[in-house]
């Protein structure tokens, strides 16, 4: 008798779904296209107007609809209340005026072509939504999440979830299904309150509960616990009205809280990155690709519509909030895209008998077109977004420079041979407070506005401004400073800053900060001084401490050390470190700089009597540090060669002076 066993008829379904989208997924790795390009286009392969390979769409949705959950959940998690609340600006202000100005646009575009005022108002809630798993997925794996870039485009996206709320309920009364306004206001106060006391009963709950499970020390009992607390608040708050996603980001925030936040996420991590990429697909699914031939110039013009007003909508938005054109830019292309949460307002829609621009079908599938479209073009426009911005900073948009304060700071620095820290991150506080206890100058320069105000409140002398703009470093006095370090989060910037402040002042010493080794050479051909690599210095730190669980001497281990950074900054070989920092208060100290003759400038060849430099400009030359040796015995016949370290005495002034000798001249691009 043979044994029937009981059969899963969607399960053959799902195993294509999942093997299909980790094979295309591999192929764009393999072309350097993320992975979510992928998951797009899988979704359009397997969907009804391709192949037809999934047969149950439901299915598809509602593993998507896990996956968004967990995704918030995650997001909540990471963002945390604090920081919620230290960026409470950035998110009222610029996103409450990314989604206004974008809702109030498409309504007057909408009712300028004769459409009614609900779908019109209906149509901007879909646009004024984008990605947060496209955005932040692709921030993240260029490591830019805390840049000030990535904050600000998180601040939009925050404000954009907590937005989703208002908008699915007024979505019924613009369908003339949802009552009196009176009645959506009171369904939002219900709401808030919901969200309100889901904050404090779960904040006073969830911690010591999580610390009960983590004592047990049973890892399936924790992830069990999580995911209860991830999909449990979100259904109660869902009971109010509320979103489930917004519901799953509340929990998330909860559980930041808690000293087990790192182990939940840890826990999450796996399941949302599945159920996530069937979200992805499930949207593919959605195109009907003979709507593409059908109407083509229709697509055209909303694709290309919408990918403008958003980009100028959110570049303003942050404009307002008194950032650069170069960093507004960026962060208005970032957002340009229709995201996750307006297929979640659409569905909403539909069910209301509401379609974008009451198109019926044709809106319903120009959405969707325009939707995808833009999700797959977000790493293109990711990737132009500092060029771009630059070009309109720096040609295009000079009057919003100066409205902006880029280059007119409210502070003139009038120091000399002092320390110019450009970011006041926590690497930027720590040496400002180190260089203040030993009294040592210094200046910030910041684009934060909160960051300046806090570092004034100090008492230490801060400029708001870009410092990729040479005026700014001028008025943090480079030109007479003696050191420059830069340590922000933006790469781009932080290498843009390096050869600005390089060519105002060539005598300066330049200290960089990066996070890889491999962004080492673009910071040397920037003119950086010294690169200090978070990676190399994170496995310094693990190899000494490795070695002192072995009992190793400290001298022994500051020879491996030193071995260590010799071989990962192989350019660097044979300097003295020592050199690099100030040494003390003395007046020779403070006015000897150690400058590094650059190939192509006009003292790399010469000797030292054919530059008289104590003649022309009251310079002293007290070494040369040449291929780890230091020459102190230096005479005028000695010929300076490119590479070389002139360990050189002088006022400020005279560097000043002396500058265009050191100076490489600028290539002019043809």
Same mark, same amino acid.
């Given at each position: 008798?043979?044994? &029937?066993?009981?059969?899963?008829?969607?399960?053959?379904?799902?195993?294509?779904?999942?093997?299909?989208?980790? #094979?295309?997924?591999?192929?764009?790795?393999?072309?350097?296209?993320?992975?979510?390009?992928?998951?797009? =286009?899988?979704?359009?392969?397997?969907?009804?107007?391709?192949?037809?390979?999934?047969?149950?769409?439901?299915?598809?949705?509602?593993?998507?609809?896990?996956?968004?959950?967990?995704?918030?959940?995650?997001?909540?998690?990471?963002?945390?209340?604090?920081? =919620? !609340?230290?960026?409470?600006?950035?998110?009222?202000?610029?996103?409450?005026?990314?989604?206004?100005?974008?809702?109030?646009?498409?309504?007057?575009?909408?009712?300028?072509?004769?459409?009614?005022?609900?779908? @019109?108002?209906?149509?901007?809630?879909?646009?004024?939504?984008?990605?947060?798993?496209?955005?932040?997925? &692709?921030?993240?794996?260029?490591?830019?999440?805390?840049?000030?870039?990535?904050?600000?485009?998180?601040?939009?996206?925050?404000?954009?979830?907590?937005?989703?709320?208002?908008?699915?309920?007024?979505?019924?009364?613009?369908?003339? $299904?949802?009552?009196?306004?009176?009645?959506?206001?009171?369904?939002?106060?219900?709401?808030?309150?919901?969200?309100?006391?889901?904050?404090?009963?779960?904040?006073?709950?969830?911690?010591?509960?999580?610390?009960?499970?983590? %004592?047990?020390?049973?890892? +399936?009992?924790?992830?069990?616990?999580?995911?209860?607390?991830?999909?449990?608040?979100?259904?109660?708050?869902?009971?109010?009205?509320?979103?489930?996603?917004?519901?799953?980001?509340?929990?998330?925030?909860?559980?930041?809280?808690?000293?087990?936040?790192?182990?939940?996420?840890?826990?999450?991590?796996?399941?949302?990155?599945?159920?996530?990429?069937?979200? #992805?697909?499930?949207?593919?699914?959605?195109?009907?690709? @003979?709507?593409?031939?059908?109407?083509?110039?229709?697509?055209?013009? !909303?694709?290309?519509?919408?990918?403008?007003?958003?980009?100028?909508? !959110?570049?303003?938005?942050?404009?307002?909030?008194?950032?650069?054109?170069?960093?507004? $830019?960026?962060?208005?292309?970032?957002?340009?895209?229709?995201?996750?949460?307006?297929?979640?307002?659409?569905?909403?829609?539909?069910?209301?008998?509401?379609?974008?621009? *009451?198109?019926?079908?044709?809106?319903?599938?120009?959405?969707?077109?325009?939707?995808?479209?833009?999700?797959?073009? /977000?790493?293109?426009?990711?990737?132009?977004?500092?060029?771009?911005?630059?070009?309109?900073?720096?040609?295009?948009?000079?009057?919003?420079?100066?409205?902006?304060?880029?280059?007119?700071? $409210?502070?003139?620095?009038?120091?000399?041979?002092?320390?110019?820290?450009?970011? #006041?991150?926590?690497?930027?506080?720590?040496?400002?407070?180190? =260089?203040?206890?030993?009294?040592?100058?210094?200046?910030?320069?910041?684009?934060?506005?909160?960051?300046?105000?806090?570092?004034?409140?100090?008492?230490?002398?801060?400029?708001?401004?870009?410092?990729?703009? *040479?005026?700014?470093?001028?008025?943090?006095?480079?030109?007479?400073?003696?050191?420059?370090?830069?340590?922000?989060?933006?790469?781009?910037?932080?290498?843009?800053?390096?050869?600005?402040?390089?060519?105002?002042?060539? /005598?300066?010493?330049?200290?960089?900060? $990066?996070?890889? =080794?491999?962004?080492?050479?673009?910071?040397?051909?920037?003119?950086?001084?010294?690169?200090?690599?978070?990676?190399?210095?994170?496995?310094?730190?693990?190899? @000494?401490?490795?070695?002192?669980?072995?009992?190793?001497?400290?001298?022994?281990?500051?020879?491996?050390?030193?071995?260590?950074?010799?071989?990962?900054?192989?350019?660097?070989?044979?300097?003295?470190?020592?050199?690099?920092?100030?040494?003390?208060?003395?007046?020779?100290?403070?006015? /000897?700089?150690?400058?590094?003759?650059?190939?192509?400038?006009?003292? !790399? *060849?010469?000797?030292?009597?054919?530059?008289?430099?104590?003649?022309?400009? %009251? &310079?002293?030359?007290?070494?040369?540090?040449?291929?780890? +040796?230091?020459? @102190?015995?230096?005479?005028?016949? &000695?010929?300076?060669?490119?590479?070389?370290?002139?360990?050189?005495?002088?006022?400020?002034?005279?560097?000043?002076?002396?500058?265009?000798? #050191?100076?490489?001249?600028?290539?002019?691009?043809?």
């Amino acid at each position: 008798m043979p044994i &029937l066993a009981a059969s899963l008829p969607f399960l053959g379904e799902v195993v294509v779904l999942f093997a299909l989208s980790a #094979f295309v997924a591999y192929l764009c790795t393999r072309i350097r296209l993320v992975p979510i390009a992928g998951f797009l =286009l899988t979704g359009v392969a397997v969907g009804p107007s391709a192949l037809g390979l999934v047969r149950d769409p439901e299915l598809v949705s509602t593993l998507a609809e896990i996956g968004v959950i967990l995704l918030l959940f995650e997001i909540g998690i990471e963002f945390s209340l604090s920081k =919620l !609340a230290r960026l409470k600006r950035a998110i009222g202000l610029g996103g409450g005026l990314q989604v206004g100005g974008t809702v109030a646009l498409v309504t007057g575009i909408g009712l300028w072509a004769g459409v009614d005022l609900g779908p @019109s108002i209906y149509t901007g809630f879909l646009v004024a939504l984008s990605s947060t798993a496209v955005v932040l997925g &692709l921030l993240a794996s260029r490591g830019e999440t805390d840049t000030p870039t990535g904050q600000l485009s998180l601040s939009v996206l925050i404000f954009q979830d907590l937005a989703i709320v208002a908008m699915v309920l007024l979505v019924p009364m613009l369908a003339g $299904t949802g009552g009196s306004a009176w009645s959506v206001l009171g369904a939002l106060g219900i709401a808030l309150s919901v969200i309100a006391a889901t904050l404090v009963l779960a904040w006073a709950l969830v911690p010591p509960v999580l610390g009960a499970v983590a %004592d047990t020390r049973r890892p +399936e009992l924790f992830i069990l616990v999580v995911a209860a607390i991830a999909l449990g608040t979100a259904w109660l708050v869902n009971q109010a009205g509320v979103s489930l996603e917004l519901g799953a980001f509340l929990a998330g925030l909860v559980v930041s809280e808690s000293e087990y936040s790192e182990q939940a996420l840890s826990e999450v991590l796996p399941f949302r990155s599945l159920f996530n990429a069937v979200f #992805f697909v499930s949207v593919g699914m959605l195109l009907d690709l @003979s709507f593409l031939w059908q109407e083509p110039l229709l697509l055209l013009g !909303a694709v290309l519509g919408v990918l403008l007003l958003k980009a100028v909508v !959110a570049t303003s938005a942050i404009l307002a909030l008194g950032y650069p054109v170069r960093m507004a $830019t960026m962060v208005g292309l970032a957002l340009a895209q229709i995201g996750e949460f307006s297929f979640v307002v659409e569905r909403t829609g539909r069910a209301a008998g509401l379609s974008p621009f *009451g198109l019926g079908t044709v809106g319903e599938q120009a959405f969707i077109v325009t939707a995808v479209v833009l999700m797959l073009a /977000t790493p293109g426009l990711l990737e132009i977004g500092p060029a771009f911005g630059e070009w309109l900073q720096g040609t295009g948009l000079r009057w919003l420079q100066r409205r902006n304060g880029t280059e007119t700071p $409210t502070v003139e620095a009038k120091q000399e041979n002092h320390v110019v820290i450009v970011g #006041f991150g926590p690497a930027g506080r720590r040496l400002a407070h180190v =260089l203040d206890e030993d009294g040592l100058p210094f200046v910030v320069v910041d684009l934060n506005p909160r960051s300046v105000r806090e570092a004034r409140e100090m008492g230490y002398t801060a400029l708001y401004g870009d410092a990729t703009r *040479g005026p700014i470093l001028e008025q943090a006095g480079i030109q007479r400073a003696k050191l420059c370090v830069v340590v922000v989060n933006d790469q781009d910037a932080a290498v843009r800053i390096t050869h600005v402040a390089r060519h105002e002042s060539p /005598t300066l010493q330049l200290v960089a900060r $990066t996070r890889f =080794l491999s962004d080492y050479e673009r910071f040397r051909e920037a003119g950086a001084d010294v690169i200090v690599s978070e990676e190399v210095e994170t496995t310094v730190q693990i190899f @000494s401490h490795v070695l002192r669980s072995y009992r190793v001497s400290e001298e022994k281990i500051w020879e491996q050390v030193r071995i260590l950074r010799s071989h990962d900054y192989e350019v660097l070989r044979g300097e003295d470190g020592e050199s690099l920092v100030l040494e003390g208060l003395g007046d020779e100290e403070m006015r /000897t700089r150690t400058i590094r003759v650059a190939e192509g400038c006009t003292v !790399a *060849g010469k000797t030292l009597a054919d530059l008289r430099l104590p003649e022309t400009h %009251d &310079l002293t030359v007290l070494a040369v540090r040449r291929d780890g +040796e230091t020459l @102190s015995n230096v005479s005028g016949a &000695l010929r300076i060669e490119a590479g070389d370290r002139l360990v050189v005495l002088g006022s400020a002034d005279k560097f000043i002076e002396c500058g265009d000798l #050191f100076r490489v001249p600028e290539q002019t691009d043809s």
